[in-house]
């Protein structure tokens, strides 16, 4: 079965950078939409990007459209979060998922990551 593995998390400064990989193992994830989720402390996970198996389609949560910005690279079957403008509001613990669907965005995601951790600091 695929298994998905988040690296790239950390603690940073507001208005800094900080790119998230996720990496695809066990399977090959051809045709398949990939995204990322996040959750803060005593919150409910919420949406935040998804991406085409093509990259020609993206969805991004209003929260962080023109700061973020998802893309994936097939060959190394890895999809990546950009976050610039980082925020103290962005603190939480990033997921990486992907589902088989013929259509975009997916309601529901059949694969899970255990995350990577996020911190911003004002």
């Known amino acids: 079965q695929g298994r998905l593995v988040e690296s790239g998390g950390g603690l940073v400064q507001a208005g800094d950078s900080l790119t998230l990989s996720c990496a695809a193992s066990?399977?090959?994830?051809?045709?398949?939409?990939m995204a990322w989720w996040r959750q803060a402390p005593g919150t409910e996970r919420e949406f935040v990007a998804a991406v085409s198996w093509s990259g020609s389609s993206t969805d991004y949560a209003d929260s962080v459209k023109g700061r973020f910005t998802i893309s994936r690279d097939n060959a190394k079957n890895t999809v990546y979060l950009q976050m610039n403008s980082l925020k103290p509001e962005d603190t939480a613990i990033y997921y990486c998922?992907?589902?088989?669907?013929?259509?975009?965005?997916?309601?529901?995601?059949?694969?899970w990551g255990q995350g990577t951790q996020v911190t911003v600091s004002s």
């Open positions: 998922a992907a589902e088989e669907s013929q259509h975009f965005p997916p309601s529901e995601y059949t694969y």
């Open positions: 066990g399977a090959t994830f051809v045709g398949i939409t």
